[in-house]
């Protein structure tokens, strides 16, 4: 269950960077009060920790699907 919010948190963290590279807007700040709203910062946060997960995420996909993986 944390791989799947993790993993959507991502793509919710990834959606906003896209938003913001191709048209300048940011979401989380527009939803949310500004860049350094506590809840912001809250989002931003989480979407960070959220990546770092993903991360782990990686390594134990590569281990299952390792040959002689037990």
């Known amino acids: 269950m944390v791989d799947k919010i993790a993993v959507l948190l991502a793509v919710i ?9 191709l048209f300048g807007f940011d979401t989380v700040a527009f939803l949310f009060g ?5 809840f912001s910062r809250v989002i931003y946060t989480l979407v960070g920790l959220a990546g770092l997960w993903c ?15 037990a």
């Open 55 to 69: 991360l782990t995420l990686l390594f134990r996909l590569d281990r299952e699907t390792a040959p002689g993986a």
């Open 34 to 38: 500004g860049q350094l709203s506590v």
């Open 13 to 21: 963290g990834a959606l906003n960077w896209g938003g913001i590279g």
